[in-house]
C-alpha cells in the first residue's frame, strides 16, 4: 500500500475527462492535477518546445512527491512518453487514441480517427497503423482549434458545430462505423458530433483503457492507496485556489 498521490498531468483540462474515468476505477487515492494551461495547446506547436513543456509539467509533478503520473495528453504521450520513462524511476502511464478496438469492431466500414495535427503526424500514429494492417480502413483529420473552444469551455454553439461540419465536408460520414476521439478535449464534444454523425457512429476513446492500466500496474507493484478521495488543482504548477474556478473543475469531473 501506499498513500502518495497520484500525479495527472495535460495541456489543459482534457486530461480532466481522464481524470474521471481513473477515479471511477480508483476512488481511494488522492490526485494531484496540473493543466498546463500557459502553454496550451501542444498539437499545434514545434516538437521540441512542447518537449520542453511537457519536461517541465512531469518535473512539477516529480516534486509534489508523487507514486506515477498519468500523461493524460495524446500529444505529449506520442511524442515524449519514452523519454519520459527513461527520466523516471515511478510508473509513467501514457494514453494513446483508442485505434486498436475502433478497427477490431469496424466491420465492414472503416474507422475516422479526430485528433490533434501533431499525433496525426507522429511516427507512433504511422506505427500504430501499419502494425494493426489498417491503412487502407483508417482515416485521419485534425482538429486543432477543438482544443481551444475546449479550453474556452465551449463545447456546443453554433460556431463550434459549424467548425466541425466544415472540417468534415470532404468526408462521407456514412462510410465510419467508429470515430477515434483522439485527443483528451475531444470528449466535450460527444453530444454536437452525435447531432452530426450518423446515429449507428461509434465513438471511443482512450480514458477507459488508460484508468484500468495505471490500476493494473499499481496493483502489480503494491502502491495501491487507501485514502478518502481528494484532488489538488494546478494551473501550470500554481495551485487553483479560486472557489468559483475549482466549482468549475468539479462539474467537469
Given at each position: 500500500?501506499?498513500?502518495?498521490?497520484?500525479?495527472?498531468?495535460?495541456?489543459?483540462?482534457?486530461?480532466?475527462?481522464?481524470?474521471?474515468?481513473?477515479?471511477?476505477?480508483?476512488?481511494?487515492?488522492?490526485?494531484?492535477?496540473?493543466?498546463?494551461?500557459?502553454?496550451?495547446?501542444?498539437g499545434?506547436?514545434?516538437?521540441?518546445?512542447?518537449?520542453?513543456?511537457?519536461?517541465?509539467?512531469?518535473?512539477?509533478?516529480?516534486?509534489?512527491?508523487?507514486?506515477?503520473?498519468?500523461?493524460?495528453?495524446?500529444?505529449?504521450?506520442?511524442?515524449?512518453?519514452?523519454?519520459?520513462?527513461?527520466?523516471?524511476?515511478?510508473p509513467?502511464?501514457?494514453?494513446?487514441?483508442?485505434?486498436?478496438?475502433?478497427?477490431?469492431?469496424?466491420?465492414?466500414?472503416?474507422?475516422?480517427?479526430?485528433?490533434?495535427?501533431?499525433?496525426?503526424?507522429?511516427?507512433?500514429?504511422?506505427?500504430?497503423?501499419?502494425?494493426?494492417?489498417a491503412?487502407?480502413?483508417?482515416?485521419?483529420?485534425?482538429?486543432?482549434?477543438?482544443?481551444?473552444?475546449?479550453?474556452?469551455?465551449?463545447?456546443?454553439?453554433?460556431?463550434?458545430?459549424?467548425?466541425?461540419?466544415?472540417?468534415?465536408?470532404?468526408?462521407n460520414?456514412?462510410?465510419?462505423?467508429?470515430?477515434?476521439?483522439?485527443?483528451?478535449?475531444?470528449?466535450?464534444?460527444?453530444?454536437?458530433?452525435?447531432?452530426?454523425?450518423?446515429?449507428?457512429?461509434?465513438?471511443?476513446?482512450?480514458?477507459l483503457?488508460?484508468?484500468?492500466?495505471?490500476?493494473?500496474?499499481?496493483?502489480?507493484?503494491?502502491?495501491?492507496?487507501?485514502?478518502?478521495?481528494?484532488?489538488?488543482?494546478?494551473?501550470?504548477?500554481?495551485?487553483?485556489?479560486?472557489?468559483?474556478?475549482?466549482?468549475?473543475?468539479?462539474?467537469?469531473?
Amino acid at each position: 500500500m501506499n498513500n502518495q498521490s497520484i500525479g495527472v498531468f495535460d495541456s489543459g483540462i482534457g486530461g480532466l475527462t481522464v481524470l474521471k474515468k481513473i477515479i471511477d476505477l480508483l476512488p481511494n487515492e488522492k490526485y494531484v492535477y496540473n493543466a498546463d494551461i500557459k502553454n496550451v495547446p501542444y498539437g499545434t506547436k514545434p516538437k521540441e518546445e512542447v518537449k520542453k513543456y511537457i519536461k517541465e509539467a512531469v518535473n512539477f509533478l516529480i516534486s509534489q512527491n508523487v507514486k506515477a503520473v498519468v500523461v493524460a495528453c495524446n500529444t505529449a504521450t506520442s511524442i515524449a512518453i519514452n523519454d519520459l520513462r527513461n527520466s523516471y524511476s515511478i510508473p509513467i502511464i501514457g494514453i494513446e487514441p483508442a485505434v486498436k478496438p475502433a478497427v477490431e469492431n469496424k466491420g465492414s466500414k472503416k474507422v475516422l480517427i479526430m485528433a490533434t495535427p501533431t499525433t496525426i503526424k507522429e511516427e507512433k500514429m504511422k506505427d500504430l497503423l501499419i502494425k494493426l494492417n489498417a491503412q487502407n480502413s483508417v482515416d485521419l483529420i485534425a482538429m486543432p482549434r477543438l482544443v481551444e473552444y475546449a479550453e474556452k469551455k465551449d463545447f456546443q454553439s453554433d460556431e463550434v458545430k459549424e467548425y466541425i461540419t466544415k472540417q468534415l465536408e470532404t468526408y462521407n460520414l456514412g462510410d465510419y462505423s467508429e470515430l477515434v476521439l483522439g485527443c483528451t478535449h475531444f470528449p466535450f464534444f460527444k453530444p454536437i458530433l452525435s447531432s452530426i454523425f450518423p446515429k449507428d457512429t461509434k465513438m471511443i476513446d482512450g480514458s477507459l483503457g488508460v484508468a484500468k492500466r495505471l490500476k493494473n500496474v499499481l496493483s502489480e507493484q503494491n502502491l495501491l492507496g487507501n485514502n478518502q478521495l481528494e484532488i489538488e488543482y494546478y494551473y501550470s504548477g500554481k495551485k487553483v485556489e479560486n472557489e468559483d474556478e475549482l466549482n468549475n473543475l468539479l462539474k467537469i469531473i
